[in-house]
């Protein structure tokens, strides 16, 4: 498992956390997804066989948020 932080851009209440947070567990390989509103950050633990940086960015991406 690998644990990665990434700042997140363009969210600004609880339905972009929510958003993010769920783009983010949807990804295979996903084990745990955290999302911090206030901090602009998500902190995703991951399997390094399923998924990889570029995926949780594109699922992000495709939440309408931005990875900075
Ligand atoms: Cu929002």
């Known amino acids: 498992m ?12 609880g339905m972009c956390q929510s958003a993010v947070q769920e783009a983010l567990s949807g990804v295979d390989g996903v ?4 999302v ?14 399923r998924a990889n940086l570029d995926a949780l960015r594109a699922a ?3 939440a ?5």
């Open 36 to 49: 911090d509103l206030e901090g602009g950050r998500a902190t995703v633990i991951f399997d390094e066989g």
């Open 2 to 13: 690998a644990k990665v932080e990434i700042a997140v851009g363009g969210m600004s209440c």
């Open 64 to 68: 309408g948020f931005g990875v900075e």
């Open 60 to 62: 992000v991406e495709d």
């Open 31 to 34: 084990a745990e997804a955290a």
